[in-house]
């Protein structure tokens, strides 16, 4: 009995060690405000280049907006979809294209195009810094999704420098 008790006793005193050994805070990477801007910058750039008048948004890790960027004669509706698809790529950890595959009517992940402020066309993409998050990037306005993931993955590669802090 004794042998039980001192058992047990030692596992509680391991299990609460163990609960006491794990950090109050956390750290983590984030975009200044001045690379989310280039960022934003550089991809719609490249859209222009490519004649593509299209919105910008960059969103922190936990999809809080950092920048909006929206070309003169890009249509009103462009913002709200960029930050839709950053906030989408940035929450789901993914990016939206992948997240439209994975998501068709009938397949088992079909319910996430339900929910609120989720916008599932391509153009979103996560932004990763030392295999960190750090935020996202949704362009919307080109003539489909994969032109705007192609401005977005532009914009991204333009900092792609930058990133590795």
């Given at each position: 009995m004794l042998a039980r008790t001192l058992l047990a006793a030692t596992v509680l005193l391991m299990?609460?060690?163990?609960?006491?050994?794990?950090?109050?805070?956390?750290?983590?990477?984030?975009?200044?405000?001045e690379l989310a801007l280039d960022l934003a910058r550089a991809a719609l750039g490249?859209?222009?280049?490519?004649?593509?008048?299209?919105?910008?948004?960059?969103?922190?890790?936990?999809?809080?907006?950092?920048?909006?960027?929206?070309?003169?004669?890009?249509?009103?509706?462009?913002?709200?979809?960029?930050?839709?698809?950053?906030?989408?790529?940035?929450?789901f950890?993914?990016?939206?294209?992948?997240?439209n595959a994975v998501s068709q009517p009938g397949m088992m992940q079909a319910g996430i195009r339900n929910l609120p402020g989720v916008v599932i066309i391509g153009g979103g993409l996560i932004v990763e810094a030392g295999g960190s998050l750090v935020?996202?990037?949704g362009v919307s306005g080109a003539p489909g999704g994969d032109a705007d993931e192609a401005c977005a993955r532009a914009g991204i590669d333009a900092i792609r420098d930058k990133l590795e802090f």
């Open positions: 299990l609460a060690h163990l609960a006491m050994a794990q950090e109050p805070l956390a750290t983590y990477k984030s975009l200044s405000p490249d859209c222009r280049s490519r004649g593509y008048q299209v919105a910008v948004a960059v969103v922190d890790r936990f999809g809080g907006t950092q920048v909006i960027l929206r070309d003169r004669f890009a249509g009103a509706h462009t913002v709200s979809t960029a930050s839709g698809k950053a906030w989408t790529a940035a929450t950890r993914t990016s939206t294209t992948e997240l935020g996202a990037v």
